[in-house]
């Protein structure tokens, strides 16, 4: 019995990394973009105590209001307003191969459900809805319905703490 057992979490063991591994082929092949306007800077901020622990909060003093893009093309499958908890107003948007993006904490929607969306098109607004503590967009990327350490215009954000990124998209 003792043998069976450790041939199950053997088994178990040497699993897990081949799924880490696809969900990391599958997003790298999609090259998401930074969700926001052509040149500018963003603080991509990750802690330990972040639900979920994966997700990015960015960051700037002028958060407010800036727009909101899609990562990469997809179909918009989430539109939906949770009031004043959790994501507040947030959208999913599914690209594909088990890859989904999360925008939480927005101040608008700009896209409905079902809609067809291209790399950079404007999808929501930063706010500070839910259970946000000022203006930031929370942003998330899934595999399989899993969060995924970020990848943003082939930069790795840092676990855990800060990453600086300008983005390219729309430029």
């Known amino acids: 019995m003792r043998k ?3 041939a199950v979490i053997a088994a178990l063991a040497f699993t897990v990394p081949a799924v880490s591994a696809s969900a990391d082929v599958d997003i790298a092949a999609l090259n998401l973009r930074t969700p926001f306007d052509c040149g500018q800077v963003w603080n991509a901020n990750t802690r330990s105590n972040h639900n979920p622990q ?3 909060d960015f960051q700037r003093s002028d958060a407010n209001g800036k727009n909101v893009l899609s990562s990469a093309p997809g179909k918009v499958t989430t539109v939906r307003d949770l ?13 594909g191969g088990g890859v989904t993006t999360l925008y ?11 809609q067809q969306v291209s790399t950079g098109t404007r999808i929501g607004n930063v706010g500070s809805t839910g259970g946000s503590t000022g203006p930031h967009l929370h942003y998330e990327q899934r595999h ?3 969060p995924v350490k970020v990848v943003l ?3 790795h954000i840092a676990y855990f703490g800060n990453t600086s990124i300008t983005s390219s998209t729309n430029c």
């Open 4 to 6: 069976l057992a450790m």
């Open 153 to 155: 215009n082939g930069v």
């Open 54 to 56: 994966l997700s990015v």
């Open 104 to 114: 939480a904490h927005l101040s608008q929607f700009r896209v409905s459900v079902g």
């Open 83 to 95: 009031g004043n908890t959790s994501y507040g107003k947030y959208i999913i948007v599914d690209h």
């Open 144 to 146: 399989s319905g899993t």
